[in-house]
């Protein structure tokens, strides 16, 4: 990998340095590690982190259908994915 590639991704997001770190250098575990561990609370990673509730959910946790009560109908998206990405959607 170019020199210059390399060094872009490590002075990015602590979230893509620790991998670049991981993957793309000879770099020690505990350097890894160190690096990972900044993901929670740095950049990227603690933004997202920071939108949790009390509960460690996101938006309330996950939705199912009304109809969720008779467990003879099934779901209506039988795709936890596609259900996902439904969400995702709105």
Not at 33 to 48: H, P, S
Not at 60 to 70: I, Q
């Amino acid at each position: 990998m170019p020199r210059d590639v390399l060094d872009w991704l490590l002075d990015g997001d602590p979230a893509i340095r620790w991998q670049a770190l991981r993957n793309l250098m000879n770099s020690s575990p505990e350097e890894v590690q160190a690096e990972r561990d900044r993901v929670a609370t740095k950049g990227w990673g603690a933004r997202l982190l920071a939108l949790q509730d009390a509960g460690g959910q996101w938006a309330g946790g996950t939705y199912w259908p009304a109809n969720d009560d008779d467990p003879d109908q099934g779901e209506v998206e039988p795709c936890i994915n596609g259900m996902v990405v439904t969400l995702g959607a709105y």
